[in-house]
Structure formats: structure tokens, C-alpha cells
């Protein structure tokens, strides 16, 4: 069974960091790229970035370049993001995703931002 579990999430004041955190199985992690995306409610969920299977390629919405950091250990089967300077608008709930197995969604983990 495809399995994501999302961690590292918080209450952070702006300009703070938190590093997210996720585990995933039930497929060949190695294979597969992975991301990370964001929602709020009443709003799409928000691809933040993109990484490939090997790690060489990444992405990052425009909003979150230069602060946001996607990285993965594919011996752990883990992929995490690094968040650093963090703003009000970056409050959310993260996820993870694999592109290997499409509609497969964990609980997420809570982002909260404020002063």
C-alpha cells in the first residue's frame, strides 16, 4: 500500500525555518520523482517544488526559490524540505507526492506562519 507520511510541520514566526519531513512506501522510491505541495483551505493545492528521481533536477515555484531547499535520500526513502526565511503566506498544509503513482495523498503536515 502506497504511504506518505508527512512530519516537521509547526508554529513559526516569520523569518523562521522549519525542515519537513517525509516517508514513503509501497513503491520504488528511487524510481520516482517526488515534490512537495501546499493548500490552504478553499484553495487548489500549490506545487512548491520538484525533484527528480536521481536528484539532479529540481523545480521551485517562483514564490519560495532561493528560500526553499527540496532534497531526498533514496537509502531512507524520505524527501524533505528545507524552509528557510519563512512567510506569513507560506502558511499551509505540505505534502508530499510521488509522480510514479498518481492520486496517492498522505495527511500532511501543518505550516503555520505568524507573528
Known amino acids: 500500500q502506497v504511504q506518505f507520511v508527512e512530519s516537521g510541520g509547526g508554529l513559526v514566526q516569520p523569518g523562521g525555518s522549519l525542515r519537513l519531513s517525509c516517508a514513503a512506501s509501497g513503491f520504488t522510491f528511487r524510481s520516482s520523482a517526488m515534490s512537495w505541495y501546499r493548500q490552504t483551505p478553499g484553495k487548489e493545492r500549490e506545487l512548491v517544488a520538484v525533484?527528480?528521481?536521481?536528484?539532479?533536477?529540481?523545480f521551485y515555484t517562483d514564490s519560495v526559490k532561493g528560500r526553499f531547499t527540496i532534497s531526498r535520500d533514496n537509502a531512507k526513502n524520505t524527501v524533505t524540505l528545507q524552509m528557510n526565511s519563512l512567510k506569513p503566506e507560506d502558511t499551509a498544509v505540505y505534502y508530499c507526492k510521488a509522480g510514479s503513482v498518481p492520486n496517492y495523498w498522505g495527511q500532511g503536515t501543518q505550516v503555520t506562519v505568524s507573528s
Open positions: 525533484i527528480s528521481s536521481g536528484g539532479s533536477t529540481l
